[in-house]
């Protein structure tokens, strides 16, 4: 997990804005996930990417997009439209297609709406 | 859908007594994956299993992946206060991957 960065740490937004959460990474793996994280919940699917350009809904897709036009990169935007977006965003990878392979996270980004 | 659940949800342990972990699903599964999650920090990837029945080992903690390919445990024996932390098991099925909600271990000193 040491190969996949997640930019910034903390992130605050006003209500109403649109930000994007950064994540890149250098291990060669195929496919890139976005995971949702709540306080005492497991992880939630957001979206996936398994090649370049193009990605897929996950569970919670509604509020967010994702674009991969890189194999190294595979931003979050977190819209206006996202009602309560307050969680801490963790970025995946695994090394082949398969959505069952073993997950890399990163250090995540926890978003904070004020 | 699929259904996922881990228990206990919360476990305060003195270090150095046992810890289990649960989890259960409702449907057969292809294969079950645990994660562990520090305070702060972010899941890293344990362990496997694939076969029903099957054991794994690994120092302290002792995986289990039931016979009816149903439900897992996770064992830490003697804890030490480096196991806290969450455990997630996640699991698939119909080419899907679902993590439980996890169980947060506190070790007491």
């Known amino acids: 997990d040491g190969g996949i960065t997640q930019s910034p740490k903390y992130l605050f937004r006003k209500e109403g804005q649109n930000v994007t959460l950064s994540c890149e990474q250098n291990?060669?793996?195929?496919?890139m996930y976005w995971y949702r994280q709540d306080p005492g919940q497991g992880l939630r699917l957001i979206y996936y990417?398994?090649?370049?350009?193009?990605?897929q809904k996950g569970d919670i897709a509604e509020g967010y997009s994702v674009s991969r036009e890189k194999k190294e990169s595979f931003p979050l935007t977190v819209t206006s439209a996202q009602k309560n977006p307050t969680a801490f965003y963790l970025c995946?990878?695994?090394?082949?297609?398969?959505?069952?392979?073993?997950?890399?996270f990163g250090p995540g980004t926890r978003l904070l709406v004020l | 859908g699929q259904q996922v659940m881990q228990i206990p949800q919360y476990q305060h342990v003195q270090e150095g007594e046992d810890f289990t972990t649960y989890c259960n699903s409702s449907?057969?599964?292809?294969?079950i994956q645990w994660y562990k999650q520090r305070p702060g920090g972010h899941p890293v990837f344990l362990i496997q299993?694939?076969?029903?029945?099957e054991v794994k080992k690994q120092k302290r903690l002792t995986f289990q992946f039931g016979e009816a390919k149903k439900n897992s445990s996770l064992h830490i024996t003697a804890t030490q206060t480096t196991d806290v932390g969450t455990y997630f098991c996640a699991v698939s099925w119909a080419n899907n991957l679902f993590f439980g909600t996890g169980t947060r271990l506190t070790v007491i000193p």
């Open positions: 449907t057969t599964l292809s294969n």
């Open positions: 990417s398994q090649i370049v350009n193009d990605f």
């Open positions: 299993l694939v076969k029903s029945g």
């Open positions: 291990l060669n793996h195929d496919a």
């Open positions: 995946a990878t695994t090394p082949g297609q398969g959505r069952l392979e073993t997950q890399y």
